[in-house]
């Protein structure tokens, strides 16, 4: 089913007779949209809106997001249950295939992903290439990138099961590439996944295991990695998954798709933030500087934000903010970690920002990523490696809206207008008549 339509809003051009009806398209919640398609050949004008924050640019029915009220559904379902209930592979399917699978479905689905997560021997030679303190990021992206050259079975895009096939390498494969560039820029030995241990249980072994000894991963600290997995799995139109579907509209490879959403993520303003948000409480690094901090962020020439702070769509708190700081508790009590400073230093500026003017009026409230560096970091994470870990996670989002992308009878190759405001036509000029 797609969007019903139902009222229109009726536009005139000023000083002319010339006049269009927008009719407004209804989802199954949220805000109409007024569908645009016909306003050019009407009016002969276009919208203009940079950054996109009055434009539908798709239908999906995978993920909601209420910002207002701080909502956030996979499928329909609140992310705090989810969370609370669910596991990451149990996301991955319920975004991918739409529902929750049965207990079938989910081992069979689980299976699928596990018999996937070892890379052909080949890609190891990729990381040779590299410089040893090469930033993960371009690792991803280039080793993802190069997938494409490896699958040639499963690049038919119009092929539902050759679709079904890259999800399930991309997500599987995904771990494996980012433990391995970790390991290689500390110059450990790649560790190969074990197919017997859960998604996230792999990923740890694969990122602390070394081959001399028998790896164990703490139950409580998987689960933890499993949560933030699922915390970051998808979020509607992003700017990296916008990424993906802009690549994907014009009939590029899963990988390829992939390898740009991953580029797209590694930005300061997106899921490099969590990098930021560590760096920031670094170089603040006693809670006494809060002050001086603030005042810094409020001041208009600074140019400095407060990391992990402010969404272009929650202007309430991000529901994921609050379970990734109830996570941040367990994982440091697990740990046994009594007094973390950095913990007390991020609570404290949280404390701070809500009660300062500036933040409430512009309603700037935590995100996702102002406690998962400290998580990831007590977990012994490096800093470089968080947006790697947003990237894991994200991928199982990126190819269920690649997917639904190419299911749609509706896609078109993305090609957005502008607001041209350049030199109009003028003539050659030859160079020795040139002042
Ligand atoms: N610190 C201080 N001021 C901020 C912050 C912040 N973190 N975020 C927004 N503002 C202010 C801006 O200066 C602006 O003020 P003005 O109206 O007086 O000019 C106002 O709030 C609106 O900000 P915009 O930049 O227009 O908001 P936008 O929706 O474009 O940006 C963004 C959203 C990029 C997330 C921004 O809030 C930001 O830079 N936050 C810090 C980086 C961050 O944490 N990114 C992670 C986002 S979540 C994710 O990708 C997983």
Not at 40 to 62: K, M, W
Not at 249 to 260: L, M, Q, R, V
Not at 283 to 289: A, K, L, N, T
Not at 334 to 344: N, R, T, V
Request: neutral net charge.
């Amino acid at each position: 089913m797609s969007g019903t339509a139902n009222g229109s809003i009726t536009l005139t051009v000023e000083g002319s007779n010339k006049a269009t009806r927008l009719p407004l398209l209804h989802g199954s919640i949220g805000p109409a949209v007024a569908d645009i398609r016909k306003l050019y050949g009407d009016l002969g004008v276009f919208t203009y809106d940079p950054g996109y924050g009055a434009t539908a640019s798709c239908e999906s029915r995978i993920t909601y997001i209420d910002g207002d009220e701080g909502v956030l559904l996979y499928r329909g379902y609140p992310i705090e249950q989810l969370a609370e209930h669910s596991t990451f592979l149990e996301v991955a399917h319920l975004l991918l295939n739409g529902e929750l699978p049965n207990r079938a479905e989910s081992q069979s689905f689980e299976r699928g992903i596990l018999r996937h997560t070892m890379l052909h021997e080949q890609i190891r030679s990729f990381y040779n290439g590299f410089r040893r303190d090469a930033h993960p990021m371009a690792v991803l992206c280039g080793v993802v990138g190069a997938l494409s050259a490896f699958y040639h079975d499963s690049l038919d895009i119009n092929d539902p099961e050759h679709r079904r096939i890259s999800a399930f390498r991309l997500i599987a494969k995904m771990p494996t590439i980012a433990a391995w560039a970790y390991k290689y820029s500390i110059g450990q030995p790649f560790m190969y996944p074990r197919n017997d241990l859960g998604y996230a249980e792999n990923f740890l072994h694969m990122m602390n295991g070394v081959p001399t000894e028998s790896s164990y991963v703490n139950p409580v600290l998987s689960r933890a990695m499993d949560r933030i997995l699922i915390l970051h799995a998808d979020h509607e139109q992003n700017a990296s998954t916008s990424t993906v579907r802009l690549a994907g509209s014009t009939g590029a490879n899963p990988f390829a798709c992939i390898a740009a959403g991953i580029a797209s993520l590694w930005g300061p303003a997106h899921g490099g933030a969590n990098e930021a948000v560590l760096k920031m409480l670094g170089e603040i690094g006693h809670i006494d500087r809060i002050p001086d901090f603030i005042a810094r962020v409020k001041d208009k020439n600074s140019n400095v934000r407060l990391m992990g702070f402010g969404h272009r769509v929650y202007k309430n708190y991000d529901p994921r903010a609050k379970i990734m700081e109830r996570t941040c508790h367990e994982v440091l009590a697990e740990l046994g970690i009594k007094d973390d400073p950095l913990l007390d230093l991020a609570m404290e500026l949280e404390r701070v920002a809500l009660s300062d003017e500036y933040f409430i009026s512009k309603k700037l409230y935590p995100n996702v990523d102002f406690y998962s560096g400290i998580i990831l970091k007590a977990m012994g994470f490096p800093t470089h490696m968080f947006t790697v870990l947003f990237a894991v996670a994200r991928t199982v989002g990126w190819i269920s809206q690649w997917k639904e992308m190419i299911e749609d009878p509706l896609q078109r190759i993305g090609r957005p207008r502008q607001l041209y405001i350049g030199p109009t036509q003028r003539d050659f000029v030859p160079m020795e008549q040139r002042g």
